[in-house]
């Protein structure tokens, strides 16, 4: 098959890498997942992107697109088909009164220190090596989600190299239906070789981790999740509870805490209250220190992650069944992220991530070498069991592909059959085919999509 690409790709500028180049291995898989394309394509620039969809069109093999390359189900990468690695599109240029412009291929770390000179940040994610356009596609949860809202919520048009090998942009005012769709429909609409932001002036924040005995867990959380309902937007938070690598069922809950402006002290203040305060390192730090730098997880073993968003009056249910999962032995690290403030400033139809009511984001990350995997994603349904009824929908960046159910619970059936109206305009073959959100389309069944 790969014959069916040399024509298509004789202006093609960027590298190309195929299986027996010494690069290859590093090449064909992402930083969390192990996969065996038949080539890995990195175009130079954008008219080498348009080279590449047009030859992967040609070739009738499977596609993926990379960005950063953190998808924990592996999008960036396929078994016997076609990547399109963006990492040379990775450019910042920040324009006036605020605006920023960055390449497809850009990692958060890199932007947020191309942006520090400038006093200027974009809310993101919380690690530095993350793609900027995985996530700001299916929503960006991070350290300004509060006060500053989601990724997607900052972006002001987005430029897409489509199926067809053309370019166009999406904004309010042009393909405003595609914008739509690009802000929290997962990217099965094109490549988004650039973006556009709106940035907001950051210095620096108020970030750290506060750690209690586990012994506390019930009310350490519950408490967290009272005063974080009431909290200032400029505090966002999560906890983290039951770390298999930190001691499972007696390691400490770690509560960190970052907050935007000069009321710092006085809104993490209550949270110093909550327990017997183990560690307590929060200071202020420029917003680059507080991004994880990320990791590359080791051949041979794998991860298993779930989600679920806990709507308000499924708090206090879901914390008690979380405080009792993890006082007893389990593979799973688990994570509550804080929502509200401005992610419930914008209308649930808005875009095309809906879950902007939830309070709660819940997360389960569990790993284990392949030959024990099914043990680890066994003891992770048998959670996920007592924790799904509090939970409505789940959060497309932090799933794997283990439950057809929690991917296609990612979208409404309202936003689902939307977004199938969509991708039958701009990408009909279902090139881009790759994402969850592609995948329920699909399963939709051609009548019910072209409704």
Known sequence: MLTTLEPHLTDFTGTVITPDLPEYAAAARTALVEAAPDIVLRPRDITDVQRAVRAAAASELPLAVRGGGHSFAGLGTVDGGIVIDL???????????????LGGGATWGGVAEALAPHGLAISSGDSASVGVGGLTLSGGIGWMVRSR???????????????????????????????WALRGGGGGFGIVVAFEF?????????????????????????????????????????????????????????????????????????LRELGT??????????????????????????????????????????????????????????????????????GVDETAFTHRRAELLVTTFAGGPAAAFAGVRSGVDAVWSRLAP?????????????????????????????LARIKATYDPGFLFSGTPASAAIANLGADEGER
């Open 87 to 101: 990492g040379s599109l990775d450019s910042v240029e920040v324009l006036d009164g605020g605006r920023v412009v």
């Open 149 to 179: 809202g989601l990724a997607l919520d900052s972006l002001v048009s987005a430029q897409l190299v489509t199926a067809d090998g053309e370019t166009l942009t999406a904004s309010r005012d042009q393909h405003p239906d595609l914008f």
């Open 198 to 270: 709106q940035a907001q002036q950051l210095e620096a924040m108020t970030f750290g981790t506060l750690a209690f005995p586990a012994g506390e867990t019930a009310q350490v959380i519950a408490g967290w999740a009272a005063h974080m309902r009431q909290a200032p937007r400029t505090l966002a938070s999560t906890v983290r509870i039951a770390d298999p690598f930190a001691g499972g069922v007696d390691a400490p809950i770690v509560i960190t805490v970052a907050a935007t402006d000069e009321l710092a002290e006085a809104a993490i203040a209550p």
């Open 277 to 346: 305060v183990s560690s307590d390192d929060v200071r202020r730090r420029p917003y680059l220190d507080a991004l994880e730098p990320g990791m590359t997880l080791p051949s041979g073993l794998r991860l298993t992650v779930r989600s679920g968003f806990v709507p308000a009056a499924h708090v206090d249910a879901a914390l008690a069944e979380v405080a009792a999962v993890a006082s007893a032995p389990q593979p799973a690290t688990i994570a509550l992220h804080s929502l509200g403030g401005a992610v419930s400033d914008v």
């Open 390 to 418: 509090h939970t409505d929908g789940a959060y497309a960046n932090f799933l794997d592909d283990s439950s057809p159910d929690a991917v296609a619970s990612i979208h409404p059936e309202a936003t689902l059959r939307r």
